[in-house]
């Protein structure tokens, strides 16, 4: 699995059509089904941030797996919306360890942080 990251509208999805070949088609937008490629999991896990453990599973099994950056900026004011930051958060990291690679996206130029 190749972890994608960096801020909204970095150029993530844009990145993954061109460097691994894959169509919209390809691409499920925050949920979990046959597609090899999942983007906006940081919506995936918003919707049920206490359920993160049971996601990484089926979130190993996909090609890319891609995530805006949510951890930068002023900490809301709103708790459920701090838990679910650090549930992506700490959802990243546990896909970050096993992924063969891990790319940051910042402008729409990656760095590969991580290649095993």
Do not use: H, W
Not at 81 to 108: D, H, N, P
């Amino acid at each position: 699995m190749i972890l994608v990251i960096g801020g909204l509208a970095s150029g993530k999805r844009s990145y993954v059509r061109k460097e691994f070949g894959f169509g919209d088609s390809d691409m499920a937008d925050g949920v979990l089904d046959s597609r090899p490629v999942l983007f906006n999991l940081q919506n995936l896990v918003f919707k049920a941030p206490d359920s993160i453990e049971a996601l990484l599973p089926s979130l190993l099994l996909k090609k890319v797996v891609i995530c805006n950056e949510v951890g930068s900026g002023v900490v809301p004011v709103d708790k459920a919306e701090r838990i679910a930051r650090e549930a992506t958060g700490r959802l990243c990291v546990a896909l970050a360890e096993q992924a063969e690679k891990v790319i940051r996206l910042c402008c729409g130029v990656p760095a590969v942080i991580k290649e095993q």
